[in-house]
Every structure is written in structure tokens, then in C-alpha cells.
């Protein structure tokens, strides 16, 4: 990130931040503590829209709060950004905002969790402090208990236990994670098979973009994998990342989708050529074999289009 950086607007929150003159690019660089550290055009500045600024935000902190160099928003990555992102419903977003209290609450019992709502809404994918403050009076509804009243709030014993019943529900969810190579070689199939394969099964794709990091895996990405039903593996590129989440679902007993190009199944590492890969020549092909699959191990989820079906054979 370059050093000249002064006090300026964020152009996302609004807030006070650093940030840096445009440069021969017509870019400039940006470190708010609301949406972290990013780079963005001014043909981005002016296409955002008051909607997509609160899902950027999300995306530039959630996602890239470690990315180096940060993440660059264009005119044409805004809709991008804002579509990898999980929609959650009301409910999940309450369980989503108690998760993140309890991973920002110190590891002595009874001490105030160091979330601040003020500029850490965009970790719970929320619009504003004003949208936090509701969920939080949900959280402290005496029927559920989670937190006190404190500003800033206490995880209860009722909270922690319902931090850890969540972790055990990924069986229950309609969410599928998908781990792969999030590269722009790798946009078609995506688009064309993974995503369209889940949603026709009746499933929900979650697909988190982010850096490699090869020694430890984000907090953000456990997280999500614990919550989510089955995973689809797609082994295009090699990555470690893919390697490493593939084998934690596994470790939680759910079920996994291998799915790799066909000419590159020699290269997979050897722990995993024994699994029952989808291997595909065409985007086509790895949609029908992965939607049957899915079928045939989940069977139809509960969001499922009778009108939508594959009709390929396997």
C-alpha cells in the first residue's frame, strides 16, 4: 500500500479514513477501520450505489482484511463482489452476529466482547450500527438470553451454548461451500456448472473469495464450512486452500464433491485420487454429472424448481 496516505471520507462508510490522491490510474488506496484496506477507481466511485456501498464494505473487510496488495474495486467487479456474498435469512444473521460477538469476546468467561457496532457491521454483513442494535435487542430478548445488556455486551452461558449448537447444525443447512480457485480461468465453470448444478438440487451455493494463505485457513471460512451441508471440491489450479477444506468437511463426517478437469486428474496429489471424482471435458458435462451426484447423495434440497432440472444423462 503506498505511504502517502492522509485523513480523508471513505468512499464506501463514510467514515473518517486514510487515504491516498488518485493516481496515473485515476486510483486511489484506502485504510478505513470499518471496511479495511482497499484500492478503488473513480469509475467505481461513481457507478456504486448507495445499496451496493454497505455489501462493498462486507466484502473488502470480511474477505480481503489481510489480502496484500488489497483488493481493487472496478466498474465492472462491484456486481462481482456483491453477488459472492451469503444472503442470509433474519434468523442466520442473528446466529451470524452471536458468532462473531463470541470470536471477539476474550477468552476470560463474564468480560465484554470487543465488537463495536459502530465500525465492525460490516463482519455480519449488516447496513449500519442501526441494524446491529435490533439484532442485539433480539440477542438479549429474555426467551433467549445471549447477551446482556452491556454496551459493550456479555456472551451469557446461554450464549456460548448456542455458539456451539450452531457449529452442529451444518447437516441441517440448505448451504452448500464451494472450495476452488477463485481466478478469472475459472469463472465458466462456476458459473455455468457448479452454481447452476447446486441451486437446480434445491441447495444454496456459499462461495467465499479469497487470497491463499498457506499457513492457516481464515477464521471466516471455518466457520462457514461447519455451517454448511455438503461441499463441492473443484481441483482446478491445485490449491492448497482447496486441499485443506475439502479434508476438514470430510472430518465432520459430511459429504464432498470431487470435481476436477479431466486433464488434469494426473496431477492430483495422490491422498485423494482414491475419491470418486466428477471429471469434466465441458462445462455441461460437469453441471449434469455434479447435479445428478448431488441428487443421488443429498437428495432435493428444499428450495428445488420442478420446472428446473437437469436432463443430461450421468
Not at 291 to 310: D, F, H, Q, W
Request: aromatic share 10%; glycine share 6%.
Amino acid at each position: 500500500m503506498p505511504r502517502s496516505l492522509s485523513p480523508g471520507e471513505c468512499p464506501l462508510c463514510g467514515t473518517e479514513a486514510k487515504v491516498t490522491d488518485y493516481d496515473e490510474k485515476f486510483t486511489r488506496w484506502v485504510e478505513c477501520a470499518t471496511c479495511g484496506n482497499f484500492a478503488i477507481n473513480v469509475e467505481a466511485e461513481q457507478a456504486v450505489t448507495p445499496e451496493s456501498k454497505p455489501l462493498l464494505s462486507a466484502y473488502t473487510r470480511r474477505f480481503f482484511r489481510r489480502a496484500d496488495p488489497p483488493i481493487l474495486i472496478t466498474s465492472s467487479s462491484i456486481g462481482e463482489f456483491v453477488r459472492v456474498l451469503p444472503r442470509y435469512t433474519p434468523p442466520e444473521k442473528l446466529d451470524d452476529l452471536l458468532i462473531q460477538l463470541c470470536r471477539m469476546s476474550p477468552s476470560e468467561f463474564g468480560k465484554p466482547t470487543g465488537f463495536d457496532l459502530k465500525k465492525d457491521y460490516p463482519l455480519v454483513i449488516m447496513s449500519g450500527p442501526a441494524e446491529v442494535h435490533s439484532y442485539l435487542a433480539e440477542l438479549r430478548n429474555p426467551n433467549r438470553g445471549y447477551v446482556t445488556i452491556h454496551d459493550p455486551p456479555i456472551v451469557t452461558i446461554e450464549g456460548w451454548r448456542r455458539f456451539e449448537e450452531i457449529g452442529q447444525e451444518g447437516k441441517r443447512s440448505n448451504r452448500a461451500f464451494v472450495a476452488m480457485w477463485f481466478h478469472t480461468s475459472t469463472d465458466e465453470v462456476y458459473e455455468k456448472a457448479i452454481e447452476p448444478a447446486i441451486r437446480e438440487a434445491g441447495y444454496e451455493p456459499l462461495r467465499i473469495d479469497k487470497h491463499e494463505h498457506v499457513n492457516r485457513i481464515d477464521d471466516e471460512i471455518i466457520a462457514q464450512v461447519k455451517r454448511s451441508r455438503f461441499m463441492v471440491a473443484d481441483f482446478t489450479g491445485q490449491r492448497h486452500g482447496v486441499y485443506f477444506e475439502a479434508g476438514m468437511m470430510q472430518g465432520l463426517g459430511r459429504n464432498v464433491f470431487w470435481i476436477c478437469p479431466k486433464k488434469d486428474l494426473e496431477q492430483l496429489h495422490f491422498d485423494v485420487r482414491q475419491f470418486n471424482f466428477i471429471d469434466y471435458e465441458s462445462t455441461k458435462q460437469a453441471k449434469d454429472r455434479l447435479y445428478y451426484r448431488i441428487m443421488a447423495l443429498e437428495g432435493e434440497g428444499p428450495s428445488a424448481n420442478p420446472k428446473e432440472t437437469s436432463t443430461a444423462g450421468v
